[in-house]
């Protein structure tokens, strides 16, 4: 017989709250003091402040917007109350309330004088609970008494069965399971409040190292899965291709981009397939290294592709690896989702048969009907533009289409990651670094400039086209719309002819046609256009030395990492280049703070910083569109130290004791390891 669920029960299990253990882990966001009454006197902005006083001149005011306000008093001073939505009957409630008791957030200054707005009030002189409060997270119409009571009904009921062993506990300091969870529910009034609030009690440590301990294992037992693959068999006797790449080329190496071919070429050798991410500043050089890698796997006559996040992007390996493969037998085959069914086909074919031996292009490479002869190698560039899903699918397909062999995997990114980041979410991926960038580039100078000197800048590049320089003019992100964005770039664009007539301008946006789009930028690259009117399209990768001056119109609405790669763009040969971000006033503190960081540092891992202190990691990794979150409890960043003690204490954990891991991680990750493939 089926049990009618309450419209409470029907809001808990919508919040994932069904068995015991869901509600028993379902921890407080944090806690609300009431364990005490404060004084006016001692109140400071931005504290949740519990009074017991009087209230006076209670009034309904009419000005802009109709409000209650009243003024209220306690022994040591006063303050204001204030109500936006208020009932016709609340003014005589309050005028005849008496002593009362209120809670709630303090506002204002001390000069001005505080208010609280939207109190709750409760009775005066009612006895104050002996522990903090929890405030649990919630949804609409769930109240906190409903919630807390099936918590600690649960909490009665539920078996405390500590996964953790004693030896990792006695290593680490950690109290029980059991101990923690419940200080976490109910804390007494002599528990340390401060550490309860920021998390670092010791309960919360051991919350969040549990958590922080499972991922580490799965990291452990992802790496050991990958170690039982078997990858293509490589030899590297022979370097004919390389050289005849890297002769092509033209350039000596810088000395990282020889250390990571080293550390690659390391992998590639190995019996299972490797999980390399190659780290590099925009504009350090992540494609000839591709290229010279693709030499050496091609080398063994087996393929490899290339796959890259936008279709400009992809064309434009495709072109660089058809000029780098020139004078060799290999044949570079182009595919992606733009091409005409019956070039499809061909493409296809030519794959499948093996005729195709360097493959380019977009996510259409990892579509269904794309199956390789024998990929020993997937590059994967600015892999951090690929949703997690994207990245996984690759990692089946390689599987299936190959039977039993899975192929190599490099991935590319401007975006570095910090340590403990890489550490704890990016699977088990082995990193390598290009910390340096070719000779002769210089710093590009970075200006900021309000919007209304517009046509003054465009007065100046006229003379700066005439000597020769090329222009990428990147038109504001309009995040609501995409044909309002479109718009934008096209009366830009328009505009921007008008007023310089003389000069050649192109403009390049994602609705064109693939054709229309490789036309537009290899007309740039020819330097038959000077200034390239373009949306965000150019954001990644894009690459054409001439051009020195990037101007970005609404740089407030841009990110940081998106503000580092578009300017990337210039500064690419031995001009001295020029970023100019335009910007439109008010601006928020968040935009100000980007904008600064972008004119104070041209470093990377300096605005990968910064970045990540801002935005948190789901969003960073460009896991926000997975909508998991993939940690509950614990934060990377804050809890940086943790993430060390867990990662020795996985180590210890499935060495010892195996079989407790797995459950370990069951507890804690529920099916949540599969990102950890990726
Ligand atoms: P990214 O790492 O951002 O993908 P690219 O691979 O596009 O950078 O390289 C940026 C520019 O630097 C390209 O024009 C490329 O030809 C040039 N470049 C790469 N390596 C060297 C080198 N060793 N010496 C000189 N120029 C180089
Ligand atoms: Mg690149």
Same mark, same amino acid.
């Given at each position: 017989m089926?049990?009618?669920?309450?419209?409470?029960?029907?809001?808990?299990?919508?919040? %994932?709250?069904?068995?015991?253990?869901?509600?028993?882990?379902?921890?407080?966001?944090?806690?609300?003091?009431?364990?005490?009454?404060?004084?006016?006197?001692? &109140?400071?902005?931005?504290?949740?402040?519990?009074?017991?006083?009087?209230?006076?001149?209670?009034?309904?005011? #009419?000005?802009?917007?109709?409000?209650?306000?009243?003024?209220?008093?306690?022994?040591?001073?006063?303050?204001?109350?204030?109500?936006?939505?208020?009932?016709?009957?609340?003014?005589?409630?309050?005028?005849?309330? %008496?002593?009362?008791?209120?809670?709630g957030?303090?506002?204002?200054?001390?000069?001005?004088?505080?208010?609280?707005?939207h109190?709750?009030?409760?009775?005066?002189?009612?006895s104050?609970?002996?522990?903090?409060?929890?405030?649990?997270?919630?949804?609409?119409?769930?109240?906190?008494?409903?919630?807390?009571k099936? &918590?600690?009904?649960?909490?009665?009921?539920?078996?405390?069965?500590?996964?953790?062993?004693?030896?990792?506990?006695?290593?680490?300091?950690?109290?029980?399971?059991k101990?923690?969870?419940?200080?976490?529910?109910?804390?007494?009034?002599?528990?340390?409040?401060?550490?309860?609030?920021?998390?670092?009690?010791?309960?919360?440590?051991?919350?969040?190292?549990?958590?922080?301990?499972?991922?580490?294992?799965?990291?452990?037992?992802?790496?050991?899965?990958?170690?039982?693959?078997?990858?293509?068999?490589?030899?590297?006797?022979?370097?004919?291709?390389?050289?005849?790449?890297?002769?092509?080329? %033209?350039?000596?190496?810088?000395?990282?981009?020889?250390?990571?071919?080293?550390?690659?070429?390391?992998?590639?050798?190995?019996?299972?397939?490797?999980?390399?991410?190659?780290?590099?500043?925009?504009?350090?050089?992540?494609?000839?290294?591709?290229?010279?890698?693709?030499?050496?796997?091609?080398?063994?006559?087996?393929?490899?592709?290339?796959?890259?996040?936008?279709?400009?992007?992809?064309?434009?390996?495709?072109?660089?690896?058809?000029?780098?493969?020139?004078?060799?037998?290999?044949?570079?085959?182009?595919?992606?989702?733009?091409?005409?069914?019956?070039?499809?086909?061909?493409?296809?074919?030519?794959?499948?048969?093996?005729?195709?031996?360097?493959?380019?292009?977009?996510?259409?490479?990892?579509?269904?009907?794309?199956?390789?002869?024998?990929?020993?190698?997937?590059?994967?560039?600015?892999?951090?533009?690929?949703?997690?899903?994207?990245?996984?699918?690759?990692?089946?397909?390689?599987?299936?289409?190959?039977?039993?062999?899975?192929?190599?995997?490099?991935?590319?990114?401007?975006?570095?990651?910090?340590?403990?980041?890489?550490?704890? #979410?990016?699977?088990?991926?082995?990193?390598?670094?290009?910390?340096?960038?070719p000779?002769?580039?210089?710093?590009?100078?970075?200006?900021?400039?309000?919007?209304?000197?517009r046509?003054?800048?465009?007065?100046?590049?006229?003379?700066?086209?005439?000597?020769?320089?090329?222009v990428?003019?990147?038109?504001?992100?309009?995040?609501?719309?995409?044909?309002?964005?479109?718009?934008?770039?096209?009366?830009?664009?328009?505009?921007?002819?008008?007023?310089?007539?003389?000069?050649?301008?192109?403009?390049?946006?994602?609705?064109?046609?693939?054709?229309e789009?490789?036309?537009?930028?290899?007309?740039?690259?020819?330097?038959?256009?000077?200034?390239?009117?373009?949306?965000?399209?150019?954001?990644?990768?894009?690459?054409?030395?001439n051009?020195?001056?990037?101007?970005?119109?609404?740089?407030?609405?841009?990110?940081?990492?998106?503000?580092?790669?578009?300017?990337?763009?210039v500064?690419?040969?031995?001009?001295?280049?020029?970023? &100019?971000?335009?910007?439109?006033?008010?601006?928020?503190?968040?935009?100000? #703070?980007?904008?600064?960081?972008?004119?104070?540092?041209?470093?990377?891992?300096?605005?990968?910083?910064?970045?990540?202190?801002?935005?948190?990691?789901?969003?960073?990794?460009?896991?926000?569109?997975?909508g998991?979150?993939?940690?509950?409890?614990?934060?990377?960043?804050s809890?940086a130290?943790?993430?060390?003690?867990?990662?020795?204490?996985?180590?210890?954990?499935?060495?010892?004791?195996?079989?407790?891991?797995?459950?370990?991680?069951?507890?804690?990750?529920?099916?949540?390891?599969?990102?950890?493939?990726?």
């Amino acid at each position: 017989m089926a049990v009618k669920r309450t419209a409470s029960e029907e809001k808990m299990q919508a919040l %994932g709250l069904v068995s015991d253990s869901d509600f028993v882990f379902h921890l407080p966001l944090r806690y609300e003091d009431e364990t005490q009454i404060h004084h006016i006197a001692d &109140i400071y902005p931005g504290q949740v402040a519990q009074l017991e006083g009087v209230v006076e001149n209670v009034a309904v005011s #009419y000005g802009h917007r109709k409000q209650l306000t009243a003024t209220f008093k306690d022994a040591t001073g006063k303050i204001s109350l204030r109500w936006i939505h208020f009932y016709g009957s609340q003014k005589a409630q309050l005028e005849k309330a %008496g002593l009362i008791r209120i809670r709630g957030e303090v506002r204002g200054s001390s000069m001005w004088g505080y208010e609280i707005i939207h109190p709750k009030i409760s009775k005066a002189g009612q006895s104050l609970p002996q522990t903090l409060t929890p405030v649990y997270p919630s949804t609409e119409g769930l109240t906190q008494p409903v919630l807390r009571k099936a &918590i600690l009904a649960a909490l009665s009921r539920v078996d405390f069965k500590d996964t953790v062993p004693e030896e990792i506990k006695e290593k680490f300091h950690l109290p029980s399971l059991k101990e923690s969870i419940f200080i976490l529910h109910n804390p007494s009034q002599h528990e340390n409040t401060y550490a309860l609030l920021d998390k670092t009690h010791p309960a919360w440590q051991r919350i969040k190292f549990d958590e922080l301990l499972a991922q580490q294992i799965a990291l452990y037992l992802a790496r050991q899965a990958r170690t039982q693959l078997n990858a293509p068999k490589l030899t590297f006797d022979d370097t004919l291709l390389f050289d005849k790449v890297l002769k092509t080329f %033209g350039l000596p190496l810088t000395a990282a981009q020889q250390r990571v071919i080293q550390e690659i070429k390391q992998d590639l050798l190995k019996p299972y397939p490797m999980h390399r991410l190659l780290q590099g500043d925009v504009g350090s050089g992540k494609t000839i290294v591709a290229a010279l890698t693709a030499a050496l796997v091609l080398q063994n006559h087996q393929q490899v592709a290339i796959m890259a996040p936008t279709e400009i992007l992809a064309e434009q390996h495709f072109y660089k690896m058809k000029k780098w493969f020139e004078h060799t037998s290999i044949e570079v085959v182009w595919l992606s989702g733009s091409l005409k069914v019956k070039e499809k086909r061909e493409a296809l074919e030519k794959i499948q048969s093996g005729e195709a031996q360097l493959i380019i292009g977009t996510q259409a490479l990892i579509q269904k009907g794309v199956e390789f002869a024998n990929l020993a190698l997937m590059i994967i560039d600015e892999q951090h533009r690929f949703g997690v899903g994207q990245r996984l699918s690759l990692s089946k397909k390689g599987e299936d289409s190959q039977l039993d062999i899975v192929p190599h995997q490099l991935n590319m990114s401007a975006t570095p990651i910090p340590r403990t980041l890489a550490m704890s #979410y990016l699977a088990d991926v082995d990193v390598s670094i290009i910390d340096e960038l070719p000779p002769g580039r210089q710093t590009i100078l970075t200006k900021l400039m309000l919007n209304e000197r517009r046509d003054e800048l465009l007065n100046h590049l006229r003379v700066e086209c005439q000597s020769g320089k090329q222009v990428y003019w990147v038109c504001p992100l309009v995040e609501e719309s995409e044909t309002l964005q479109l718009q934008t770039a096209v009366d830009t664009y328009q505009y921007i002819q008008e007023y310089l007539p003389d000069l050649k301008i192109g403009l390049l946006h994602g609705r064109m046609a693939a054709k229309e789009k490789a036309q537009v930028m290899q007309a740039f690259a020819n330097r038959e256009l000077a200034i390239l009117v373009a949306t965000t399209v150019i954001e990644v990768g894009v690459d054409v030395p001439n051009a020195s001056i990037m101007v970005i119109e609404h740089a407030e609405r841009f990110g940081l990492a998106q503000l580092h790669q578009l300017r990337g763009r210039v500064g690419r040969g031995d001009i001295a280049s020029v970023c &100019i971000l335009l910007y439109q006033n008010p601006l928020s503190n968040t935009a100000k #703070y980007r904008l600064k960081a972008l004119h104070e540092t041209n470093d990377g891992f300096e605005i990968a910083r910064r970045d990540l202190e801002q935005r948190g990691p789901g969003e960073f990794l460009g896991l926000r569109q997975s909508g998991e979150q993939l940690l509950r409890f614990a934060d990377v960043h804050s809890d940086a130290n943790l993430v060390e003690k867990a990662r020795e204490g996985a180590m210890l954990f499935l060495q010892h004791y195996p079989e407790l891991a797995h459950q370990h991680v069951e507890r804690w990750l529920k099916g949540k390891t599969d990102y950890l493939r990726s």
